[in-house]
C-alpha cells in the first residue's frame, strides 16, 4: 500500500498516535504528539487505519531512546518519557470515567512505579522453530528478544540460559522471579542448565525439579507462588496498591473481598478487621490462599471457593472490596452488592473502561469519593485504579 504523511495529534487509549489522511482516522504506534512521519498503511478499513512509521520527520521533545530494542512487544509507550507515560494514562481514566460514567473530578494522583524497569516478576516467551521472545501484537508473529528490560535481572538470566539451549521442541516458558524462581515449560526441552538458576520446575503441567510453590514475602506477610494462580507483578506497586486499599477502609467488623485469588488483600485486612472473607473462582488459588492464612498464623479469615456471581447472595458485611479480572463486575454481582449494601466498597481494577461501566450502575446508591491510580504496569498503556465509594 502506498505511504502517507501522518501528524500526530495525540495518543490513544492504546498509546497509538493518532493522526488523520483525508479525513479518515489513522493509528500509528510509535507515533507521539506533535511528531510527523512517512507511514505506510498497513490496514485499512472502513473507518479506520492503521500504519506502520517509515520515516521520522521531526521528533517531540518527550521522546527517549528506549532501553529496549524491540519494535511491537507489549511495552507500547517505551518511548515516552516516563512522567508523560503517567500523564498519559491519568489523562485516559479522566476521560474514560467522564465519557462512560458521567463521573469528573475524583482521580487523586497515579503512584509511580518505584522500579521502572526489572519490575516484573512474571513474563511468558514464546518458542518458535527454537527462538524464544513475544509474539507481535494481536498475530503468533515470534519476535525473538535477548534481554526483556520490564524482567528481572535473573529472568534476564535465564532467558540466556533458554537461548544457548535446544528448544526444538518448546511452545512456552514462563519464568516467575519472585525471589524464588519458578519456570513452568509447554512442551519438550532438557533443563539441566536452568537447575541451578531455580527454585522450582514444570513441564506440561507435571512437577519434575524443586518445589511445588515458591515463597515470596509482601509488607509483613509471606505468600505462596503457585504455577497457576493469579499474583499481582509489580511488587513495590502492588504493597502501595494493597496499603490504599487498607487506608480507604479503616477497620471494622466484616469485610468481604471478592475476587480474592492467594488472599493476598484479605491477609492485609486481617490486621485492620474482626473477620474477613475472600470469595475466588480458582481453586488452586484458594488452596494457596489457605496456606498463606496458615503460613501467617491468620485465624480471622475464610475463604469461599466460587463464583462470586453465584456465591455472596447470602453475605452479610459492612465493607466489600472488588478486585475482579478485566471483564469487571457481573451485573448480577452488582445487584448483590447492592443488595448486601455495604457502608463502604471498594474496587480494585485493572481496565478502566469496565470500571467505568460500573461504577455508572453504582453511583445512585454510592458517592465515588476518590479514585487513585497505580502505575503497575510501566511502559504499557495499562493502569490499575482503586476507587473508594461511600454509601448514599
Ligand atoms: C485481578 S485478580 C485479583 C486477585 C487478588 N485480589 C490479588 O490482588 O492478587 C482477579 C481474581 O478473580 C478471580 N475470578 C475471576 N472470575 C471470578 C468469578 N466469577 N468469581 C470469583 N473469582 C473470580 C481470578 O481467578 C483471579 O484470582
Not at 493522526?19 to 479518515?24: L, T, Y
Amino acid at each position: 500500500m502506498e505511504n502517507v504523511l501522518v501528524k500526530c495529534e495525540k495518543l490513544d487509549h492504546f498509546g497509538r498516535g493518532l493522526g488523520h489522511v483525508s479525513g479518515k482516522i489513522i493509528f500509528v504506534p510509535n507515533l507521539l504528539v506533535g511528531e510527523e512521519a512517512l507511514v505506510k498503511i498497513v490496514l485499512d478499513k472502513k473507518k479506520y487505519m492503521i500504519g506502520e512509521i517509515v520515516c521520522l520527520n521531526n521528533k517531540s521533545e518527550d521522546r527517549i531512546k528506549p532501553k529496549c530494542p524491540y519494535e511491537n512487544c507489549g511495552c507500547a509507550i517505551k518511548s515516552l518519557n516516563y512522567e508523560k507515560t503517567l500523564e498519559l494514562k491519568k489523562e485516559k481514566v479522566l476521560e474514560i470515567l467522564k465519557r462512560y460514567s458521567g463521573i469528573e473530578n475524583v482521580i487523586q494522583e497515579i503512584v509511580p512505579s518505584g522500579n521502572i524497569y526489572a519490575y516484573r516478576n512474571k513474563i511468558t516467551l514464546k518458542v518458535k522453530n527454537g527462538k524464544i521472545g513475544y509474539f507481535k501484537n494481536g498475530t503468533n508473529e515470534l519476535i525473538e528478544i535477548k534481554r526483556c528490560e520490564i524482567a528481572s535481572e535473573k529472568t534476564n538470566q535465564i532467558i540466556k540460559v533458554l537461548s544457548q539451549t535446544d528448544l526444538c521442541k518448546a511452545k512456552e516458558i514462563i519464568i516467575k522471579d519472585f525471589g524464588e524462581v519458578m519456570v513452568i515449560i509447554k512442551g519438550d526441552m532438557n533443563i539441566d542448565n536452568l537447575k541451578p538458576l531455580v527454585n522450582s520446575i514444570y513441564m506440561n503441567d507435571v512437577l519434575i525439579y524443586g518445589k511445588e510453590n515458591i515463597i515470596t514475602q509482601l509488607g509483613d506477610f509471606k505468600f505462596y507462588v503457585s504455577k497457576d494462580a493469579f499474583f499481582q507483578v509489580n511488587m513495590d506497586v502492588a504493597l502501595k496498591l494493597y496499603n490504599k486499599v487498607v487506608e480507604y477502609l479503616d477497620n471494622g467488623e466484616s469485610i468481604l473481598d471478592l475476587y480474592s485469588g492467594t488472599g493476598t488483600i484479605s491477609l492485609f485486612l486481617s490486621k485492620y478487621f474482626d473477620n474477613v472473607t475472600g470469595v475466588e473462582i480458582n481453586k488452586e488459588a484458594v488452596r494457596c490462599a489457605n496456606l498463606n492464612k496458615s503460613l501467617n498464623n491468620v485465624s480471622n479469615v475464610r475463604f469461599i471457593c466460587g463464583d462470586v456471581s453465584k456465591n455472596i447472595h447470602n453475605l452479610k458485611a459492612e465493607n466489600i472490596v472488588v478486585d475482579p479480572p478485566r471483564s469487571g463486575l457481573t451485573n448480577g454481582g452488582i445487584s448483590d452488592i447492592l443488595k448486601i449494601n455495604p457502608k463502604k466498597l471498594v474496587y480494585v481494577s485493572c481496565d478502566p473502561m469496565t470500571l467505568a461501566r460500573d461504577l455508572k450502575l453504582l453511583k445512585d446508591n454510592y458517592e465515588v469519593k476518590e479514585v487513585t491510580l497505580f502505575d503497575m504496569f510501566p511502559w504499557t498503556y495499562h493502569v490499575e485504579s482503586v476507587c473508594l465509594l461511600l454509601r448514599k
